[in-house]
């Protein structure tokens, strides 16, 4: 068989943090349909069991943690845990993340810096903990979920592009410190995706009108809609595969072909 037709991930040991549910929990299912042995982390015990109960409906034995992933200690611990019960980690997916919108002049350097934390730092204590193992194997695949806000700029989310911004040059970095390893480090980056996180943008208002941001969103994006969260999983699988190992320090944007789009020309 030709290896660079191989999408399967048969036997692979993967780690996609903050998955509980959203984009992780979609990634972390394909995975599991390609035959990796699926393991996630979530803040606290409640998300790691809905996570549990959620990736049992569907059939899949998840290996569930409650870990802070800014915490390195932590994350250190965990994927010791990891490589003891499951197997040491071929694949990571630094998916946990969060977003603050505020406009800048009135953001709390404490929420900028929080945000900072989990979108950036975090992502970097991970790949650090699981980087040993992979050169050791001299094999690894890292996916950041990154996002389209590295590329451009919007109000009230200066915290969350400048993480984004600097997560796409870790990524490019991991990728040229490690490829020698046969590591292999890229991101995806996601355009607006019809997550929990995004629903306060897509909910009606309260006299049954269209959210502006919605309208907004659709308008912007060629595709005229939100994207949802399985239309990650292929991109991710391809990614985490051998069919990618050529491949390295990339970012691939699925959002809709809203980067190459100006809008609709007036009439």
């Given at each position: 068989?030709?290896?660079f037709?191989?999408?399967s991930?048969?036997?692979?040991?993967?780690?996609v943090t903050?998955?509980?549910?959203?984009?992780?929990?979609?990634i972390a299912?394909?995975?599991?349909?390609q035959g990796?042995?699926?393991?996630?982390n979530d803040?606290?015990?409640?998300?790691?069991?809905?996570?549990m109960a959620?990736y049992?409906?569907k059939?899949?034995?998840?290996?569930?943690?409650?870990?802070?992933?800014?915490d390195?200690?932590?994350?250190?611990?965990?994927?010791?845990t990891?490589a003891?019960?499951?197997?040491?980690?071929?694949?990571?997916?630094?998916?946990?993340g969060i977003?603050?919108?505020?406009?800048?002049h009135?953001m709390?350097a404490?929420d900028?810096?929080?945000?900072i934390?989990?979108?950036?730092n975090?992502p970097f204590?991970v790949a650090?903990a699981?980087?040993?193992?992979?050169m050791e194997k001299?094999?690894?695949k890292i996916?950041n979920?990154?996002?389209?806000m590295?590329?451009l700029?919007?109000?009230?989310v200066s915290a969350y592009?400048a993480?984004k911004?600097?997560?796409?040059?870790?990524?490019?970095?991991?990728?040229?410190?490690y490829?020698?390893?046969?590591?292999?480090?890229?991101?995806?980056?996601?355009?607006?995706?019809?997550?929990?996180q995004?629903a306060?943008?897509?909910?009606?208002?309260?006299d049954?009108?269209?959210h502006p941001?919605d309208s907004?969103i659709c308008?912007?994006?060629?595709?005229g809609?939100?994207?949802d969260p399985?239309?990650l999983?292929?991109?991710?699988?391809?990614l985490?595969?051998?069919a990618?190992?050529a491949?390295?320090?990339?970012?691939l944007y699925?959002d809709?072909g809203?980067?190459a789009?100006?809008?609709?020309q007036?009439k």
């Open positions: 068989m030709n290896q037709l191989n999408f991930l048969e036997g692979k040991v993967a780690l903050g998955a509980s549910y959203g984009i992780g929990f979609a299912s394909a995975f599991a349909e990796a042995k699926v393991c996630f803040i606290n015990q409640e998300l790691v069991d809905k996570g959620a049992a409906a059939g899949i034995k998840a290996h569930g943690y409650v870990c802070d992933v800014t390195e200690p932590a994350v250190q611990a965990m994927v010791a990891i003891k019960e499951v197997g040491t980690i071929d694949i990571l997916v630094n998916n946990a977003i603050r919108r505020v406009p800048m009135e709390d404490a900028f810096r929080r945000v934390d989990i979108d950036l975090a204590i650090k699981v980087l040993p193992a992979m001299r094999a690894g996916i979920i990154c996002s389209m590295s590329e700029g919007r109000e009230t592009a993480a911004g600097g997560l796409k040059m870790l990524t490019r970095n991991i990728c040229s410190e490829g020698e390893y046969n590591i292999q480090c890229n991101g995806i980056g996601p355009g607006y995706i019809a997550t929990p995004t306060p943008l897509r909910e009606p208002q309260a049954g009108s269209r941001f907004f308008a912007k994006t060629p595709a809609r939100w994207l399985e239309e999983t292929g991109p991710a699988v391809f985490a595969s051998e990618s190992n491949v390295n320090g990339h970012i699925v809709g809203i980067l789009y100006i809008g609709k007036p």
